[in-house]
């Protein structure tokens, strides 16, 4: 069955990829450290100037900054189900168990709607619960939301990286689910893939 079926712009294929475009596609398989490019970078393939902002985004969240990536990854995999996005929480639950998140976490984020039903400690969850209200209702966040995190031992730098991480996944969620891509976690080709046998190994590999 063709997973991509119901998805409604065009998805050029690696093997025709010219040009400017190939050059795009080798950047987003050394920026995941994946062997293929994924969908959801593929869906702008009929626009590579959008596909070169979705890289810079992508690699500025997961490839630089101060906050550990199994946080980011984590942060990632709960707004795509808060957002209700197979697709994105497949994916990046593959990508949490890889740099060190356990399976339980991951069988949690699927199962559970809210971060005070996730098996994480009262600081990640007031993380969790911040970037939260950042999707439902981003207006509504106060200077008392803010100090709450600050208490709670997040710096100032770390919340940014996280409410860029959230915001940056707020768009990639309505751009996967508005175009066809997000119905289905068997659609991320990421998430069929099998776990590293030492993902603490890949994880420190994928950081040097």
């Not at 100037?49 to 550990?68: C, D, I, Q, R, S």
């Not at 990639?172 to 997000?182: E, F, K, M, Q, S």
Request: charge should be negative.
């Amino acid at each position: 069955m063709d997973v991509n079926s119901g998805v409604r712009v065009p998805l050029i294929d690696e093997a025709d990829a010219t040009g400017h475009l190939a050059e795009l596609y080798e950047r987003a398989k050394k920026v995941t450290s994946l062997d293929f490019v994924p969908d959801m970078f593929r869906l702008v393939s009929s626009k590579p100037e959008l596909l070169e902002t979705m890289l810079a985004g992508y690699n500025g969240v997961f490839n630089h900054g101060n906050l550990p990536r199994q946080t980011r990854e984590l942060i990632s995999a709960w707004t795509s189900k808060v957002n209700q996005c197979p697709y994105c929480v497949g994916t990046h639950n593959f990508f949490l168990q890889v740099f060190g998140g356990s399976e339980e976490l991951a069988h949690a984020i699927e199962a559970s709607d809210s971060p005070d039903d996730l098996p994480v400690d009262e600081r990640t969850r007031v993380l969790l619960r911040l970037v939260t209200k950042l999707s439902h209702s981003a207006y509504r966040i106060t200077d008392e939301d803010w100090q709450v995190a600050l208490d709670a031992g997040w710096s100032t730098d770390e919340l940014l990286e996280a409410f860029f991480c959230a915001a940056l996944f707020n768009f990639i969620t309505r751009l996967v689910d508005g175009l066809g891509l997000g119905t289905t976690v068997t659609q991320s080709r990421i998430s069929q893939q099998e776990l590293p046998d030492d993902s603490s190994s890949t994880a420190a590999a994928a950081a040097d």
